[in-house]
């Protein structure tokens, strides 16, 4: 897949993140229009100017984290963070779209390598999405720990900060727990210092 195509379907789940249906717009014109990707660097935001990066695994654990300021498809301003972890199979990634309050999931986007047809790759469903958005990122009076995780399918014991798991695809559901928590609380700066 050449970079250009690459872009575009990245850009595409970036605007699924916001809510918006990638198959009915013109994707890269609506991510230009909406999206602007952007560097945490000594505490605020900076315009990104080079290249749109298509993975963000070795960027970010070289501390490089991108935030993407967004117009959501209903037209609220948005955060939208990448995470990247590994599955059962392989990798996993995707991109969690926050409210301005910094506390509150709009949307996600997930997909995956190579998890197991109908168990694991359920991750990159949009019924299993929606399980998080109004989900909070942080549990109530800690803004210091990420709270938002998978649990074991019929387990969900805080359902403010945990989503139900899939039956069957309990090592996927510990990979995206690993990269939506791990993932968002290497923003926790970002979160803080911009409230």
């Given at each position: 897949?050449?970079?250009d195509?690459r872009?575009?379907?990245?850009r595409?789940?970036?605007?699924t ?43 970010i ?8 300021t ?6 609220e301003?948005?955060?939208v ?8 199979w ?13 506390q509150?999931?709009f949307?996600v ?54 989503v139900?798991?899939?039956t ?6 510990n ?10 609380q ?8 911009n409230k």
């Open positions: 897949m050449g970079a195509i872009a575009i379907k990245e595409g789940q970036i605007l993140a916001l809510g918006y249906d990638k198959a009915t717009i013109n994707v890269a014109e609506v991510y230009s229009e909406k999206v602007q990707d952007n560097l945490f660097v000594d505490g605020e935001l900076k315009a990104y100017e080079d290249d749109f990066n298509t993975t963000y695994g070795s960027l654990k070289n501390g490089e984290l991108h935030v993407f967004a117009t959501t498809a209903q037209g301003k948005a955060y963070i990448p995470v990247v972890g590994r599955g059962l392989g990798g996993l990634w995707g991109y969690i779209a926050l409210n301005d309050d910094f509150t999931v949307g986007y997930m997909s995956h390598e190579s998890e197991t047809a109908g168990l694991g790759s359920v991750i990159a469903e949009e019924k299993f999405q929606k399980k998080f958005d109004g989900k909070s990122v942080f549990a109530e009076g800690d803004a210091e720990h990420v709270a938002l995780t998978v649990v074991k399918a019929g387990k969900v014991a805080n359902d403010a900060v945990e139900d798991g899939i069957g695809a309990t090592l996927t559901c990979g995206v727990a690993a990269m939506v928590n791990g993932g968002l290497q923003y926790v700066n970002f979160f803080n210092v």
